[in-house]
């Protein structure tokens, strides 16, 4: 039943904000590197650290988590509704990095955990926010992330479970604005900032409570896509950190033209599918998890390769020697 009344709430506190998002105009405009052509509300995904203020008001746990949380919150919609100085930006992430490690309780181990767990937050962060560049592709994949995450805590309990559900719950609510043809909001740097931060969160706490690091490929599928697409962009000299259309989901989604909310589906399927075999081999020990993630990342990579190169030259160069 709380349940219930924490999804009413949410969907309340949603709709509220679409008016202040509409009163203040915080919207997102198409450009070049958009995958939309219509004028639609930002910051949709606000509601993600909504869900994890309820319960932290009723658990009061992990408080320097929350901190963090807060900070990157505030941080990133100011960045949806202002341009902020990169050197702000960073600063609060960095602090917010440092308050979850110190939440798990990074700092009691030697140094480089604290240098690894900094890369891979950063790292994951950033990647979730280019990602975030179709319609239900933040609320599926987050999804089934977090439904992998809760699955594993009924048997290694690694986690409060309302943690867990009630950021199911805040996925959901948005969800039923997003996961449309045509969306009714976006998530924003809000929501994919911090949808990454609260997820990163739980499975470091999954991590370093079973000390099986297998569990990272939790995110393979977003990780593969980000990161040849950095590799491909860096061979051509480009800055990483602008806006770009040059991931996998982007060129599916723009040049070959198929349906978003397809793709988004795809992704996620893939994902829990990965994520079902992690749960598997996460019983067997280091030597077999190392080399079936090699194994793993290797053969996304070559499949991911092999299909955008196909894309590019029968789909992007033909459109572009259409526009010369």
Not at 130 to 144: E, Q, R
Not at 145 to 170: A, K, P, R, W
Not at 223 to 237: A, E, M, T
Request: aromatic fraction near 16%.
């Amino acid at each position: 039943m709380p349940y219930i009344f924490t999804v009413i709430l949410l969907f309340i506190v949603e709709l509220f904000y679409f008016k202040i998002a509409d009163r203040f105009n915080i919207i997102d405009k198409p450009n070049e590197r958009s995958s939309h052509s219509i004028i639609t509300l930002r910051g949709g995904g606000i509601i993600f650290y909504i869900a994890l203020l309820i319960f932290f008001v009723q658990s009061g746990a992990h408080p320097w988590f929350f901190i963090g949380l807060t900070l990157m919150a505030f941080i990133s919609f100011l960045d949806d509704v202002m341009e902020l100085s990169t050197r702000l930006r960073l600063g609060v992430h960095f602090t917010s990095v440092l308050l979850m490690a110190y939440q798990l309780g990074v700092f009691t181990m030697p140094w480089y955990y604290l240098l690894i767990t900094f890369v891979i937050i950063v790292g994951v962060i950033n990647a979730y926010n280019f990602m975030d560049g179709i319609n239900g592709i933040t609320a599926l994949y987050s999804f089934v992330v977090c439904g992998l995450l809760l699955y594993v805590n009924n048997s290694v309990h690694f986690i409060e479970q309302d943690f867990l559900i009630y950021t199911l719950l805040g996925l959901l609510v948005f969800s039923f604005f997003n996961f449309r043809n045509q969306a009714k909001c976006f998530a924003g740097d809000v929501g994919s900032v911090g949808i990454a931060y609260i997820l990163l969160f739980a499975l470091g706490a999954l991590i370093l409570k079973t000390g099986d690091f297998i569990y990272i490929l939790f995110l393979a599928i977003y990780g593969v896509d980000s990161v040849w697409s950095i590799v491909r962009r860096l061979y051509l000299r480009e800055n990483i950190l602008e806006g770009h259309r040059t991931h996998l989901y982007q060129y599916l989604a723009n040049e070959v033209g198929c349906n978003r909310l397809l793709i988004s589906g795809i992704y996620a399927i893939l994902q829990i599918i990965l994520g079902f075999l992690v749960v598997h081999m996460a019983q067997y020990d280091a030597e077999v998890q190392w080399l079936f993630s090699i194994g793993v990342l290797v053969v996304l990579s070559v499949v991911y390769l092999l299909v955008k190169d196909y894309i590019v030259k029968n789909y992007a160069l033909r459109i572009v020697k259409e526009n010369i």
